[in-house]
C-alpha cells in the first residue's frame, strides 16, 4: 500500500546503504575502493525476516495499522540473532509496514577477521563463502537457528526444502484473483 510507505523507517543505517557500506569498510579498515579481493565477489546480502500474516496483531490506532508493541518486540529478537549469528556486519535495518505483514530487511556486509598471509596482521576482509557461502546447508542451518531463536514467539519453520519459489505480488494478485 503506497500510502503506507511513508510509516516504512529504519532502525540501524542511515537510509543510504551505499554511504552505511562505505563507513563499514573505513571502520573495520577496509579499502573501500576494492573491498573484495575478486571482482564477483558479494559485497552485502539483504536477509528478510517476517511471520505469516495471521501472527501479525491490527491496531486501528497505530497509522500504519499494525500493532507498534509487536512490531517493537520483533524488531528486537530479530536484533538480537543478529547480533548473535552476525556481530558488527548488518549495515541496515529496516522496518516495512506497507504490505500484508509487517516485515524487516537487514543489510549484512558479511565481514571476518582473519590473518593476513604476508604480513601475518589481522585484519577484517568481506568473505560471504565463510561466512554464508561455505556449504549447500549452511543457509538452512541459519534458517533452523533463528527459528530456535524466534520459535517462543509461537512461531513455526518453514518447509525444510521447500522448492517454492518467491512470485512477485503482480503474479500472485493475477493468480488469487483467478482462483476467486
Same mark, same amino acid.
Given at each position: 500500500?503506497?500510502?503506507?510507505?511513508?510509516?516504512?523507517?529504519?532502525?540501524?543505517?542511515?537510509?543510504?546503504?551505499?554511504?552505511?557500506?562505505?563507513?563499514?569498510?573505513?571502520?573495520?579498515?577496509?579499502?573501500?575502493?576494492?573491498?573484495?579481493?575478486?571482482?564477483?565477489?558479494?559485497?552485502?546480502?539483504?536477509?528478510?525476516?517476517?511471520?505469516?500474516?495471521?501472527?501479525?496483531?491490527?491496531?486501528?490506532?497505530? +497509522?500504519?495499522?499494525?500493532?507498534?508493541?509487536?512490531?517493537?518486540?520483533?524488531?528486537?529478537?530479530?536484533?538480537?540473532?543478529?547480533?548473535?549469528?552476525? +556481530?558488527?556486519?548488518?549495515?541496515?535495518?529496516?522496518?516495512?509496514?506497507?504490505?500484508?505483514? +509487517?516485515?524487516?530487511?537487514?543489510?549484512?556486509?558479511?565481514?571476518?577477521?582473519?590473518?593476513?598471509?604476508?604480513?601475518?596482521?589481522?585484519?577484517?576482509?568481506?568473505?560471504?563463502?565463510?561466512?554464508?557461502?561455505?556449504?549447500?546447508?549452511?543457509?538452512?542451518?541459519?534458517?533452523?537457528?533463528?527459528?530456535?531463536?524466534?520459535?517462543?514467539?509461537?512461531?513455526?519453520?518453514?518447509?525444510?526444502?521447500?522448492?517454492?519459489?518467491?512470485?512477485? +505480488?503482480?503474479?500472485?494478485?493475477?493468480?488469487?484473483?483467478?482462483?476467486?
Amino acid at each position: 500500500d503506497p500510502t503506507l510507505t511513508q510509516y516504512n523507517y529504519h532502525v540501524i543505517g542511515s537510509g543510504n546503504t551505499h554511504q552505511d557500506f562505505i563507513d563499514h569498510c573505513v571502520n573495520h579498515g577496509i579499502n573501500r575502493e576494492k573491498p573484495c579481493r575478486q571482482k564477483d565477489q558479494i559485497y552485502a546480502f539483504d536477509a528478510m525476516f517476517t511471520a505469516s500474516p495471521d501472527f501479525w496483531q491490527h491496531d486501528q490506532n497505530s +497509522p500504519h495499522g499494525w500493532n507498534q508493541n509487536q512490531i517493537d518486540g520483533f524488531v528486537a529478537w530479530v536484533q538480537e540473532f543478529l547480533n548473535k549469528e552476525f +556481530p558488527g556486519q548488518c549495515i541496515s535495518l529496516e522496518v516495512h509496514v506497507d504490505e500484508t505483514s +509487517p516485515h524487516i530487511h537487514a543489510m549484512l556486509v558479511p565481514t571476518i577477521q582473519r590473518e593476513n598471509k604476508k604480513t601475518g596482521e589481522k585484519e577484517h576482509v568481506i568473505s560471504y563463502k565463510d561466512v554464508l557461502g561455505g556449504s549447500k546447508f549452511q543457509m538452512s542451518d541459519m534458517q533452523n537457528s533463528y527459528h530456535d531463536h524466534v520459535k517462543h514467539l509461537g512461531l513455526e519453520r518453514g518447509t525444510v526444502g521447500s522448492k517454492a519459489k518467491h512470485q512477485k +505480488p503482480g503474479q500472485y494478485y493475477s493468480k488469487q484473483a483467478a482462483e476467486e
